[in-house]
């Protein structure tokens, strides 16, 4: 077993003692969403060097908020970063983009994101869950359809847990249970 322990004064270090969230990405690489201080990945075990990315009000290729509630990584090797204050994209290349609700999806307060069979990400927040489209860096967030209570959710948040099912099914946890296939969803 191999522990970190949090080193906030150090440019390569863990910065934060308490973490949200973590994954391991396609590469075997392991990434920490932190309570407040950001995104960190692990580059280097035996030397405990990570990279570490940090909110910046002067920066908008900066991570939307501190605190990472969750990381999900698609399949083209982007890093989903969900916070309080927008979703943050990691692309490949380390470079990021952020989008709040100001780009249009329904909330802030992000708090995951999930990839259905067809390569469509689905973003769960306090708005609902909204089907989406980023094709390339620095692209407008395409916002395909949105759903709520008004479309037969049972709340419009799954604040405890989600996941896509073998069948390709959805599963949502918190306001109630929701199950479906996001295929029979459509508002049009």
């Given amino acids: ?41 692990l580059d280097n075990e035996s030397e405990q060097r990570f990279t570490v990315w ?14 990472i509630l969750n990381l999900f990584e698609d399949s083209r090797g982007r890093v989903w970063c969900s916070t309080p204050g927008g979703i943050s994209v990691v692309w490949p290349d380390d470079r990021i983009n952020t989008y709040t609700s100001a780009d249009g999806i329904p909330s802030d307060l992000v708090f995951g994101v999930l990839e259905d069979e067809h390569g469509n990400i689905w973003i769960n927040s306090t708005g609902g ?22 479309d037969r959710l049972t709340g419009g948040r799954a604040l405890y847990g989600w996941m896509i099912m073998p069948d390709g099914r959805m599963a949502l946890a918190g306001d109630g249970l929701n199950i479906f296939h996001p295929d029979s969803l459509s508002t049009k």
Avoid at 54 to 67: T, Y
Wanted: proline content about 6%.
């Fill in 129 to 150: 869950l909204t089907k989406v489209s980023l094709s390339e860096y620095d692209a407008p967030l395409e916002i395909i359809e949105n759903f709520n209570t008004n």
């Fill in 54 to 67: 940090k909110p910046s009000s002067n920066n908008p290729q900066s991570l939307a908020h501190g605190m």
């Fill in 1 to 41: 077993m191999t522990g970190f322990t949090a080193q906030p004064d150090s440019a390569h270090g863990l910065p934060h003692e308490y973490q949200f969230s973590v994954i391991e990405d396609h590469l075997g690489r392991s990434w920490t969403g932190t309570a407040r201080a950001g995104l960190a990945r």
